[in-house]
């Protein structure tokens, strides 16, 4: 049996959430709970084969669902954030296959074979990747939402620069390095509602030294 | 989003087919702009074809000097490679310029080319769009329309097309290859590809139902100075108010537009004029704006300019 006191942010969030649901919205808790969690589907469930951080995963999932709520929903994985759900913000930025993509605007089905890897896969509390300890050592956020795509964007970002694929800002395009502006410029998929862009910034800088 | 069938490709014809026995069906590659719009029910697709899987994602040189670019090329792969950046300079700008490094990723040449309008009435569920649901009316025309075209327009529609890639793709005169259901093959000239709005808004290119992009071909390099400017409201990932492509040689000078209209904006007449004003009015006759985006031809003359000073500098 777990720890009553170990109390997770996730598991307040989600009961007072539902607590919040319940004095909204009376009728519709009265429902069956089973009724509201699962809508009726018309589309058979299909089978999809992947590996995520290294481990191979077999799901059966209504075709609708995105990479992203597979991640979350399905293997549990809450790492990666669904912010605005439309590409916008990069909350969902995962790696797939060694490129950086929104998780949100792909279909889970899409990627039989694939090779994932998210926030989880990088690192954890005790072995953190080195850009994980960065934005640590630089205040690289506030509140923290949007921080898994940012890291998991800003790895494969390094990637791209390494790689000689050009940006918006590089001057000559036969001529691809590092700078500050090259790193404000390839990361303005992922937003920040804080606005911790200079301490991102000064991590990124500092994981591309070492 | 609404229930849909799946099912991945194994050959383009086959693809093809498969969008003609369905109803309803949509080809999928990147998938960044239409799932974006099945979640919000503007598209409602029955049925998914997935074609990601059918060899089209190579740049290949051609007979006559040119280059294919496969269907499926994704925006990063075709910015970055190195012919590109070399000999269509003005296309590895352009498709920098756009979106995001996460969505660069994803998002495929066709794709590009097919992707919808941004204008924030065709989004807007709640209000009309002759081009969401045709014969309901244009919110935009008298509404908040700061963003939208000038050249080109109709009573029905002022929509944009939003993409900088495929302004340097009518810049270079480039060719969409494609195939239809019954294994029929055509190129079509990129200038060709997509429609004015018109009274059919809701139609907007000349593709026929079925029928699927392979690749696009570019014609030999033209050689000169390749430039792509850019304005917009943020410095990054965000759509143009106004772009410039540009090549200028020896003796030659090419422009194109974004922003400004239904398509990429280019005419040829005015590439035989010198100076950013008599270019600017030859390419801006006719222009029909509205009090909020006036400012889009005194934008365009301006950054032609710029684009000029720089070509030359």
Redesign the interface.
Known sequence: MSDPNDVTRRTVLASSAAAAGIAAAPAIAKQPVAHRKAPP????S?QVALTVNGKAERLTI???V?LLDALREHLRLTGSKKGC???QC?AC?VIVNG????SC???A??H?GDEVTTIEGLGSPEKLHPMQAAFVKHDGFQCGYCTPGQIC?SVA?LG?IK??????V?ED??HVGFSDAEV???????ICRCAAYPNIVAAIREVHKA | ?R????E?ATSAQAAAQAAAAYPDARF?AG??NL??LM?LQIETPAH?I?V?HLGLDRIEKTGDGGLRIGAHVRN?DL??D?TV??DY?VL??AL??G?????R??ATTAGNLLQRTRCPYFYDTSKPCNKRKPGSGCAAIGGFNRNLAIMGVSDACIATHPSDMAVAMRLLDARVETVNPHGITRAIPIAELHRLPGDTPHIETVLQPGELITSVVLPRPLGGRHVYRKVRDR???AFANVSVAAVIGDGFQRFAFGGLAHKPWRVEAAENLSGADAIADAVLAGARTTPQNAFKTTLTRRTLGAVLREARA
């Open positions: 589907s018309m589309t058979p299909m209504d075709p609708r995105t759900d439309h590409g990069g930025t490129r950086r993509i929104n605007l792909t279909l089905v899409m039989e964007s970002m791209e790689d000689g694929i050009p940006s918006h590089t395009l036969m404000r410029e390839r990361m303005s998929g992922n | 989003m229930p849909f069938t799946y991945r999928i998938g960044t799932l974006d979640k998914l997935d990601n990063t910015a970055a190195r950046r070399k300079a590895s700008r920098l310029s979106a995001s490094g996460q969505l990723n994803k410095a990054s990932h």
